[in-house]
């Protein structure tokens, strides 16, 4: 993928902020602190388009991203940081339901878990919801560059096995640091997004 432009359209908190775009749409979705942001840096080979930060909590809205004017990238609040009390909580779940419910446009939602960790009840939550939209399913390993490439195995198989994934194609390891998986990964975007580049 050739990125010729990627830009901020806006951070949304409501359904009437969201852009009247009609373009296709890619979401990203998981736990706070997974790589998320990071992730949509590294596939735009832009270093700080999307903020990111060491600490969970960093993306707390819906970042619209236009790339080529051709598609948009969302990159999601995450869930599952510590200091959140139960009405932020429901807030984001709001947030994020408003969006997931009825927007044309959107795609697939992807969801990244961390490739070091089992799957938590959050993440397959997240899952089962994401999947309860009639999207595929699509899971992103995290942070590969963390393991070996036998580990990175080892746990690709605990997360199919947590996850209920029976399908290999679904799974994918990425790293954002080392941009292992980016080829395979675009190769998956493009054929979500209709384009071929
Ligand atoms: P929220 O916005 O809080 O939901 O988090 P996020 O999922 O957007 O995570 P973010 O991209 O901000 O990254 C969190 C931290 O993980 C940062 O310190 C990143 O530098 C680091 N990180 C992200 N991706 C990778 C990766 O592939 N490898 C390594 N080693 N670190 C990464
Ligand atoms: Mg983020």
Redesign the pocket.
Known sequence: MIIRKAEIIISAVKKQQYPDTLVPEIAFA?K????????INALLNRRSLAR???Q????QTLNFYNINDEFNFV?L??YGYAKVSKSEQANWAAMIDSYLHGRQQLKEVIL?VDIRHEPGKNDIQMYEWIKSFGFKGYIIA??A??LSRSQQLKSIGLIKKNMQIKDSSLIYSF???SKLGLEEVWILLESILGLQN
């Open positions: 998981g706070s602190n997974v790589g998320k942001s990071s992730m990111t930060s060491s969970p909590g960093k993306t990159d609040p995450g990244l995290a942070k560059d963390k790293s954002s640091t």
